[in-house]
């Protein structure tokens, strides 16, 4: 096996043939996001014979299309359903959905909700790029107070979806954000996510110059690039500030996006716990009948 | 933890070969029986029933069951596991039916087989929940858009219930189409005496896996290892195929060809012709009394059974009547239909509608008989004497 050291060789042993050119457009941040992951899977050795991955509709769902490897493009906003069923036909294989965030915490979102309280064993990688890209810039829930969109051309007024602390509050193994543009982070954080047990989340904060870049006038690739660089905060510095700062922090770091790693469990996974019961039924059924369901106490 | 097809440990959990059972629950053993290893299902009146058999038994068999947050999801997690390697299994009412219309859709379009159970209730809308209808028989068909062939069953009995959900796997496997069991709150909810089939009676049918080497294996094709067979071999997950499936329009490949019009038409017109080449053997239908019929009912589901005992109410008037019922009613069995129309004078057709399967039995009749609407909505079932008065007895 030759070792993987540049990008080259690594697009060589995981891409798709015959599927070149790409859709994104210049400046998109989603090439990037599946390169980390690629690096993620390359660190652990993963045999991509037995990854699945899955998505709904949108530009980051068009990423398994690149993968040599199983996938399954969906529905708008359904993947996550979708991959619960794959992972429950065969629990060997191993489960990434791609999804942006009109497919995840728009359409999707009461699949996603169920998934991570259920702890379904798989990631979920949504790329955040604040708007529908795909169908030429409409209204995202994730859109920051006041950024323009098609169908916000005087601004949005509706408050932004946080899905890392939706993840948070559900219970779910492994959540984390980062952006494009923090390289190292990120692929160790997918690589977490990928080995954790359970749902796990990472959330990617990703340019759209196109749909969101252009009318929200941050500028050229280069400067709409460095806007994550500006405008988001470790999660642990910000809570220090937040908890500990001054009126002048605060009022500095409160419309800044925290990113790190929001959550790491250990609980044990919905297919792991299926088992369990399968395993208890089987056994009570060869020790001798039982007339009553015995009521197992939560 | 993978399920494996135990025929024994099966019937084991089934129980006794004779039961009295609920038209449901006939479902749930059908699919047993299939060798269904996932279910993901919604609670809804009158379906809920399956689910809660399934809940049941399906973990003691070794297979899956999850309750999903919605229909939606439901078909979603059924499609997923079926490109798992599962046979896997659904079921709901009209509006669950409703929302499971775009995923139906994307089945069709990816070549998935499933089996989705239809206890059909009244409506539009809410609609009356725990009531009979048969309103969802054209969902079926064209509910979902686009250009597509369906496969449905209606059974009329409990044991119908169970002999369909294993026919409707068999030919969701032969074909790589979802097919839906078409039954209603009445069957659903109907006791009667069911035998569990013997193991050599099954003739199960399971889809043909890809075989041939890896990099000769071409996903959305014609068979490659069988002759003048239109479905493709089926690439399981995790089997070394690195397939990709979509819902957008593909090529051969399984790639996205969203701008190319003979790869669309290419791609329709094979998984639909699939199915219409093949009419000739998806004909199930059931002929009483037709030999010297005059007029004939020509009916399915429920209302097929008011209408045979009409039927002989009315022989036992010295009226000529006969009753074809049909079994499979998509695809539609429209040479049968056409020469019964040729042969009576007069064809009625009792829907628990306000008239659907009507229209494909009119256009097959082409004029040749005349064919009268008797329909019955509101949840109740046609009586005996309200279809004597269409025979014209008293």
Redesign the interface.
Known sequence: MVEIKTADQLNKKYLREGMWPTIFCNGCGHGTVLEYTLWAIEELGWDMDKTVFTSGIGCSSRLPGYINADGLHTTHGRAIAFATGIKAANPDLNIIVFTGDGDCAGIGGNHFIHAARRNIDMTVIMINNFIYGMTGGQLAPTAPLNSIATTAPYGNIEPPFDICNLAKALGANYVARWTVNHPYQPIKSVKDALAKKGFSLVEFLAPCPTAYGRRNRLGDIKKHWEWYDNNTILIEDYERIINYGSEKEKEEVKNMFPIGVFQDLEKPGFFEQYEKLVDRLMIKKNKKPVKKETVISR | ???IYDPIKIRDVLGNKIQFLLGDMACVYGGLLAGV??F?GYPITPASEVSEGMARLL??V?G?Y?Q???E???I???????????K?MTATSGPGFSLMM??YG?AIMTETPCVIVNVQRTGPSTGQPTLGAQGDMMQARYGTHGDLEAIALAPSTVQECLDFTIEGFNLSEKYRNPVCIMTDGEVGHLRERIVIPDEKDLNLINRVQATIPKNKFIPFTDSQTRKNCKVPDF?T????????????THNE?G??ATDKQKDHEKLVNRITTKITDDADNLVMVEKLKLDDADIAFVTYGASARPAETAMDIARSHGKKVGLLRLQIVWPFPEKIVSKLAKQVDKIIVPEMNLGQIYHPIKEAACGNCEVELAPKIGGEMHLPSELLKYLGVK
């Open positions: 933890m993978k399920f290893s996932f993901g973990p003691r070794g899956t999850i999903m947050e919605d939606i999801g439901s979603a997690a059924i499609i997923g596991a079926s490109w798992g390697g599962a896997s775009e995923n994307y690439p997950f995790g089997t070394g195929y690195r397939t990709y499936v979509t819902g957008l490949k790639f996205p």
